[in-house]
């Protein structure tokens, strides 16, 4: 069974430039989390959906953020524009039936670095 | 304060040892404990789950909650230079927005 996958796994831009993060979670998993992970720091939660649906967004900072879920399988998380204090390890996760929600399947991250 | 306060290490022990991590916690609501490990630069895995207080063992790996006093345990038994990584505790109320700790790096010596 293929994993959480993520991509790009590293992106350098340059601030106030916008960037895109994809994310294709496991097969079956109808719940998908959005995280940010600084260096030292457990995730943070930004968004989680079930479904298409965002019933989580109250960390996402949306003046600059957005995700969406189309179709309920693959997901996008958007920044726009960029800033220095964005460079970070950006997760995303799912996980399956509502009895197993506490475990979380993450994908590798994709590294943003912001200059 | 944070909710969940991990001590981040780094812990460095010889192979063989017995490897205890520890999380503590400020929120009586939480009932879902987790441990996730954590290899540089890839996500987090689950370890460990318990609901509620109690004991769990899998294999090398024993996980206690101590409600009473807000504080959680991951016991690594005859630890291997492939346990090193880092290990988060994470808690949650609801099973679905989990709170994390730092982590705690450990660093298992050949």
């Known amino acids: 069974e293929a994993g959480v996958v993520q991509s790009p796994r590293y992106k350098i831009i340059e601030k106030k430039q916008p960037v895109a993060f994809w994310c294709n979670p496991i097969s079956g998993h109808n719940t998908l989390y959005w995280y940010l992970q600084n260096l030292g720091q457990g995730p943070e939660l930004l968004i989680r959906?079930?479904?298409?649906?965002?019933?989580?967004d109250s960390q996402l900072p949306k003046d600059r953020f957005s995700a969406e879920r189309l179709k309920g399988v693959d997901s996008t998380l958007k920044i726009q524009p960029a800033e220095l204090g964005d460079s970070a390890v950006y997760l995303c996760?799912?996980?399956?039936?509502?009895?197993?929600?506490?475990?979380?399947?993450f994908g590798p991250g994709t590294r943003l670095t912001v200059t | 304060q944070k909710e969940v306060e991990q001590d981040p290490g780094p812990l460095s022990v010889p192979e063989g040892a017995i490897v205890s991590l520890n999380c503590t916690y400020s929120?009586?609501?939480?009932?879902?404990f987790m441990w996730y490990r954590q290899y540089s630069r890839k996500g987090p895995e689950l370890l460990m789950y318990?609901?509620s207080s109690g004991n769990k063992e899998d294999g090398r790996f024993t996980a206690q909650v101590d409600k009473s006093s807000k504080y959680i345990s991951l016991f690594i038994r005859d630890s291997q230079p492939s346990d090193s990584a880092t290990y988060l505790c994470?808690?949650?109320?609801?099973?679905?927005?989990?709170?994390w700790g730092a982590g705690t790096k450990l660093i298992i010596k050949p």
């Open positions: 318990t609901y």
């Open positions: 994470a808690m949650s109320r609801s099973g679905y927005q989990l709170i």
């Open positions: 996760a799912s996980s399956g039936p509502a009895g197993e929600r506490y475990e979380q399947y």
């Open positions: 929120n009586s609501a939480f009932q879902y």
């Open positions: 959906y079930e479904n298409e649906e965002a019933v989580d």
